[in-house]
């Protein structure tokens, strides 16, 4: 069964902590995607991967970071955690160019107080 | 800009038909997906139109018009455990794969 896992579902973390959200897929995928969902917001992309070292903006990248050393993992960073970046965080991959659509993780509830 | 526009929230009841209808204005198509979300866990893909029509896959169906930017799930014989929500996505131009998601309408069936 294919997968895509991150690795904490619940985090709290502090303001001003460095916060690493992991997730990992055994798809072989190309693409990768980091999203912050929302009450009334949706999802929104905050960075994506489409290849080893290869990193996009998406439309919320300030304060993140990202870090893709391999084809399987994503990190998401907060370099320093603020109360604001309190959210769900969706991990997701596809397969390029056209793949069907996204596999998500189960998600990572993280607050930050 | 790029904007996807579904309902926040509808009520249907047990054995009842609901559609949620989702419009939307991006740089590019490549195709529109439904997901579907329960509560607290990650999306489940539902559907995906990227020719103009009507396609049915059990109780669900997706339809898509291209040139009215338009959209629309049809669930058919409602059950409880169809209460979620259900999130409308484009993809538009280029080879990342990139999905816009709409904020999701949330579904709650009655019994």
């Known amino acids: 069964d294919v997968k895509v896992t991150q690795s904490s579902r619940y985090l709290v973390k502090r303001t001003g902590e460095k916060v690493f959200l992991e997730c990992v897929q055994d798809m072989d995928h190309e693409n990768m995607f980091w999203y912050r969902q929302d009450p009334g917001l949706g999802l929104r992309l905050i960075y994506f991967s489409y290849d080893v070292k290869m990193k996009e903006k998406g439309d919320i990248p300030e304060g993140y970071s990202v870090s893709r050393e391999k084809k399987e993992r994503f990190s998401l960073i907060l370099e320093s955690a603020s109360t604001n970046q309190t959210s769900m965080y969706l991990c997701?991959?596809?397969?390029?160019?056209?793949?069907?659509?996204?596999?998500f993780g189960s998600g990572t509830r993280l607050t930050v107080v | 800009g790029q904007n996807i526009d579904q309902p926040t929230e509808m009520t249907a009841t047990e054995g009842a038909i609901v559609q949620i209808n989702c419009t939307y204005q991006t740089s590019g198509f490549n195709g529109l997906f439904w997901y579907q979300q329960h509560a607290g866990e990650a999306p489940t893909f539902l559907s995906y139109?990227?020719?103009?029509g009507l396609e049915e896959k059990g109780r669900f169906s997706s339809f898509l018009s291209r040139s009215k930017g338009y959209s629309y799930l049809l669930l058919k014989e409602l059950q409880m455990k169809d209460s979620a929500s259900y999130l409308c996505?484009?993809?538009?131009?280029?080879?990342?794969?990139?999905?816009?998601f709409g904020q999701g309408t949330t579904l709650q069936v009655k019994p």
């Open positions: 996505a484009v993809r538009g131009s280029g080879n990342t794969g990139k999905l816009i």
């Open positions: 139109n990227v020719l103009d």
């Open positions: 997701a991959s596809s397969i390029r160019p056209k793949g069907y659509g996204y596999t």
